[in-house]
């Protein structure tokens, strides 16, 4: 399983935002309490090698980082199910996680060099997709009122459970939505959405309009792997 995603950037600037662990805050995952520090430490910097712009994770993850006509070319290749058991039965999640993480090292990358986020994340079960939710329009930019605040989008990335938008309001920042319906590996279905902002942003307003509009929807969290 591979995800590849194009970042318009040359290859040490995009290898400096694998290997910084400063510049990996910007974009791997979310902040919680506990945290995201630990979290990027165990990942990027526990029993991995670095092979030029190559960096293979413990688990057996690799990233390859090349030179392509426009920037660099990013492939994340996943390690075969089986080798860790502990992990497989979230082998499609962590799958999922790394599509929006790679989005969000683009998103970095290109749209805020080296400038510091602030993040919110939701989680839960159910079998109406957010999108839907939110009232989204198809299209690649569009204005919308997005819980109660008037602004602009710009489709970001699709890929088959997620949706990626730039929020102008959010000192543009980025919306990642996603949402795996009912099945037999989610019988309740899952559905997330991690909210980056970027410099006046009122984030404890935002987390307050989202955390009540989200909890009526989605009243139960998600297990994460941990």
């Known amino acids: 399983m ?9 290859v040490e600037t995009v290898w400096d935002a694998l290997r910084n662990k400063d510049k990996i805050r910007h974009w791997h995952g979310w902040e919680y309490e506990g945290g995201l520090d630990e979290e990027i430490d165990l990942i990027y910097f526990t029993e991995v090698t670095e092979d030029g712009t190559a960096l293979r994770l413990g ?12 920037g660099s070319r990013v492939t994340l290749t996943r390690a075969p199910l089986g080798a860790n058991p502990e992990w497989d039965a979230y082998y499609d999640d962590v799958t999922e996680g790394w599509i929006t993480f790679l989005h969000q090292l683009r998103f970095a990358v290109e749209r805020h060099p080296g400038d510091p986020r602030r993040t919110l994340f939701y989680s839960g079960t159910g079998a109406v997709s957010p999108i839907d939710e939110l009232h ?12 109660g605040e008037s602004v602009k989008c710009e489709v970001w990335y699709r890929s088959d459970h997620q949706l990626g938008l730039t929020i102008d309001a ?3 920042g980025l ?8 099945g037999d590996q989610k019988p309740e279905g899952a559905t997330m959405a991690i909210l980056s902002v970027y410099g006046d942003t009122d984030r404890d307003e935002l987390e307050a309009r989202w955390r009540a509009w989200w909890t009526e929807r989605y009243p139960q969290e998600l297990k994460l792997p941990e």
């Open 2 to 10: 591979k995800i590849v995603v194009t970042v318009a950037a040359p």
């Open 59 to 70: 688990n057996g993850d690799e990233f390859v980082v090349e030179a392509v006509e426009g």
């Open 136 to 147: 989204i329009p198809a299209g690649d930019a569009f204005d919308l009122d997005l819980i």
């Open 170 to 172: 959010w000192g543009n």
């Open 175 to 182: 919306l990642v939505l996603s949402h795996i319906p009912p």
